[in-house]
């Protein structure tokens, strides 16, 4: 399956090098933004062809996938494109950043019969995806309560400092918590949609843009079970921490490193499952192995399992699952807006 990358940046580089590395899958072509760019593709690479015109990539015919790793806004226009071009697409998230935007999205793959396939690489994740994996497994009984804190460094500014522009970005949410709600919604997809949404924050002196550096999120559900998300991005290094309480049991993972790419962390997944027993007061819990797991491992994983499902005309994490995650991004950052909760609406 050859793969056409839209995007070199230094996440574009990452997807490049996790294409390069596989059995079956070729780097095909590249659509970079800069001169400066498009010259070290072109050596990293050399039997890609490379471009400074992300059309040629989705136009050329011996591309099978086009891969968009892109600045957010422009997520959407080029899916849209290389749909209508005959390809697939893996389109980072989020998606896009307008609930009109994921619409158009979802429309072009209904009327081209191509597939879209979004990148939550979480998910193929040996730690955040076993998470689901014993849920479903009914370890710890229904899930009643998940908490996700992620405190992290500043983000790096992107080409043209373009993750500090809201037009560009969209939010911050939909930069990095998009994730989160990604795990929320999927770890606890047997109580359907949540119901509300209730989220607080603020933003560090010096800036005006309204972005918030600290937002602090309440998701609903009817069944009474509901999520918090905390997600700072004015801290230092990278440590992220997720608990959840069920019915019969409890779990707790972290990941910890200097950035988040870093390969070599600190990672941990406890569980205290049903059939564990009290002693001496204490719940006691079992430390699960886990060989490796961070974003540079996981993206590898999604790109090697995007490539088999669309062999098999499947996806991943569809649009329309997507679509859903851009939605509550946008109603966290209303409720921001509005100073109240304020009830999920997915139409």
Known sequence: MRFGLIGFGAWGKQHAESIASLAGVDLAAIACASADSARAAAEAYPSARVSRDW???AVQPDVDVVDVVTPNHL????????????????LEKPMATTADQCDAVLAAERATGRLVSVGHELRQSAQWGRIKTLIDDDAIGDPLFLNINLFRNFYRPGADRWRYDPTRVGSWLLEEAIHYFDLALWYFDRYGDPLSIRACGNQRRGRDDGMHDNVSILLRYASGAYVTINHCVA???????????????????HWSGTMDRDSVADFDLRVQSKGFQFERGVRECERLTIAKSGEVYELTEQIRLTAEAFAERRTLVSAAEARKRVMLCLAAERSLRENREIEVSFV
Request: without cysteine; hydrophobic residues 45%.
């Open 55 to 57: 059309r040629e990539v």
């Open 75 to 90: 997520h959407a226009e080029i899916a849209i494109a290389a749909l209508h071009e005959g390809k697939d697409v893996l």
């Open 235 to 253: 801290g230092f290094e990278h440590h992220l921490v997720l608990e959840i309480s069920g019915a019969d049991g409890a779990l707790r993972t």
